[in-house]
T-cell receptor
Framework: AQSVTQLGSHVSVSEGALVLLRCNYS??????LFWYVQYPNQGLQLLLK??????LVKGINGFEAEFKKSETSFHLTKPSAHMSDAAEYFC????????????FGQGTELSVKP | NAGVTQTPKFRVLKTGQSMTLLCAQD?????MYWYRQDPGMGLRLIHY???????AKGEVPDGYNVSRLKKQNFLLGLESAAPSQTSVYFC?????????????FGPGTRLTVL
């Protein structure tokens, strides 16, 4: 079965530093890929998604992610962290052959230090 | 538009009690989903619905039942609550299947079973 692995349950960066959140998936067939963000006491919000086409995907709030088939990865980056980026981030995949259901990673909590 | 709303926001139950969580969306979405979120496990799909009058099992359906009698509402029931069902429950909806359409989440219901 398809699975999603997010490396690091907690990531801490300084304000203005690069944000890198890692996501790897297990599949011989590239699925559709998503990043969601969850701010404290809120539901999830879609940041960006990759379905087909350009492998570098730009999302909201200055985030982007690159689909690398050879590495089965979909890492999320932002060049300069802002205090408001502190949240939990979830990578998710939609595998073609599993009935159209999203499969989520375990989440990475991002802390931003002043 | 209110988007996706969930009732109640918080609830404490004793083991063996029953309750129903209500999800409502005003976006005329076809698809609706119930997830549970547990620390370190991301979101796991409980049940979902691809249209009024239809429901299907997700990844962790045991101990839960659902109904979609009206297009805008998706109810999640716990017939006999157990401590293992302590979790945060999220409802979501999308117009089309999640591979090609954005999934919108509600704010969550925090349930504690004693």
């Amino acid at each position: 079965a398809q699975s999603v692995t997010q490396l690091g349950s907690h990531v801490s960066v300084s304000e203005g530093a690069l944000v890198l959140l890692r996501c790897n998936y297990s599949s011989s067939v590239p699925p559709y890929l998503f990043w969601y963000v969850q701010y404290p006491n809120q539901g999830l919000q879609l940041l960006l998604k990759y379905t087909t086409g350009a492998t570098l995907v730009k999302g909201i709030n200055g985030f982007e992610a690159e689909f690398k088939k050879s590495e089965t990865s979909f890492h999320l980056t932002k060049p300069s962290a802002h205090m408001s980026d502190a949240a939990e981030y979830f990578c998710a995949v939609w595998p073609y052959n599993q009935g159209g259901k999203l499969i989520f990673g375990q989440g990475t909590e991002l802390s931003v230090k002043p | 538009n209110a988007g996706v709303t969930q009732t109640p926001k918080f609830r404490v139950l004793k083991t063996g009690q029953s309750m129903t969580l209500l999800c409502a969306q005003d976006m005329n979405h076809e698809y609706m989903y119930w997830y549970r979120q547990d620390p370190g496990m991301g979101l796991r799909l409980i049940h979902y619905s691809v249209g009024e009058g239809t429901t299907a099992k997700g990844e962790v359906p045991d101990g839960y039942n659902v109904s979609r009698l009206k297009k805008q509402n998706f109810l999640l029931g716990l017939e006999s609550a157990a401590p293992s069902q302590t979790s945060v429950y999220f409802c979501a909806s999308s117009y089309w299947r999640v591979s090609t359409d954005t999934q919108y989440f509600g704010p969550g219901t925090r349930l504690t079973v004693l």
